[in-house]
């Protein structure tokens, strides 16, 4: 009997993620492909540089590409180019859980780290020059992993507002000021409008913020000042997020038991998927003034130790 009512509970809500998968899967098929062909340049690095885990990516405006990365064998930001050349590199012993790195308008570099709930702002020569702790780090059961519980992402807004997606353990998004003084915060867990489940990536277009709301699989679309306006579902579960070009892109996996990662480009008013491409990994996205995309391969992708430029064909 306990059984029977068990499948009665369940039955629906397998066939209601069946028919999201298989919807996702229609409209991928009948969006046009980004003109993009992926390259492996973590591939191009020397055997003498062994990497861990890569958590993001980022790209400046003169082609450098900073890498995030978790090993203890290398520094945590790594700088290369095109050619797989590394640069420079900066960060031993700065960080806990290093998750994503961002680049503003003025080219400073940002770290966000899961573990400690700490921003850092560097100069594109590896110079600290802020700090910000957000604190509130979740722990035990409410953490969403072991050794991840804190913050996610940032995003940039004009006069210098910063927004914080936090991210493993407590679900909501802080805004900050540019000097790093806490201006609000909203969110709480669950599913409804204006709550998260694992908030892991955040952009601002226009006025208007995004957050991939990961494990409720869904974007949703605030104010500056954190008023709900909506969400959309119907585009996989988004990881990670970045406005250019006028257009919103959002890396996705798709929603089958073996999801697979996708690159959309959505138009940020209406929702509509515009272009998509196949995509080494979920996790982070940076994408050029050129419509070029930076990408890692970890957290369901082909390969957690890699980091890929899909260049444009």
Request: charged content about 20%; some cysteine; hydrophobic content about 40%.
């Amino acid at each position: 009997m306990l059984l029977f009512i068990f499948m009665l509970l369940v039955a629906p809500a397998r066939a209601q993620t069946a028919d999201a998968a298989n919807a996702l899967r229609e409209l991928i098929r009948g969006t046009p492909a980004l003109p993009l062909e992926q390259v492996p340049l973590s591939d191009k690095l020397s055997n003498s540089v062994s990497l861990g885990t890569v958590s993001s990516v980022a790209a400046d405006r003169a082609g450098l590409i900073y890498v995030l990365q978790r090993g203890d064998k290398a520094d945590p930001v790594i700088v290369v180019d095109k050619q797989g050349r590394i640069v420079r590199s900066w960060g031993k012993g700065m960080f806990t859980v290093p998750h994503s790195i961002r680049i503003d308008a003025d080219g400073n570099i940002w770290t966000v780290d899961a573990g400690s709930s700490v921003i850092l702002k560097f100069s594109p020569e590896g110079k600290k020059l802020q700090e910000i702790d957000v604190g509130e780090v979740a722990t035990g059961n409410g953490c969403a992993f072991p050794t991840l519980c804190g913050t996610t992402d940032i995003a940039f807004a004009p006069g210098g507002r910063l927004y914080v997606s936090d991210g493993y353990g407590n679900a909501r998004v802080l805004e900050y000021s540019s000097a790093g003084k806490r201006v609000r915060q909203w969110g709480s867990s669950g599913n409804g409008p204006g709550q998260f489940q694992i908030p892991h990536g955040v952009a601002v277009g226009g006025d208007v913020v995004y957050v991939a709301d990961r494990t409720n699989a869904r974007v949703q679309r605030f104010t500056l000042d954190g008023a709900y306006l909506g969400e959309w579902t119907h585009l996989g579960r988004p990881f990670a997020l970045k406005m250019m070009n006028g257009s919103l892109w959002v890396s996705i996996t798709t929603l089958e038991q073996r999801p697979s990662p996708w690159l959309l480009k959505v138009d940020p008013a209406m929702g509509k998927v515009l272009g998509q491409a196949e995509f080494p990994g979920p996790h982070s996205i940076d994408i050029s003034e050129s419509e070029e995309a930076f990408g890692n391969g970890c957290c369901g992708g082909i390969n957690p130790n890699g980091f890929f430029w899909l260049r444009k064909r």
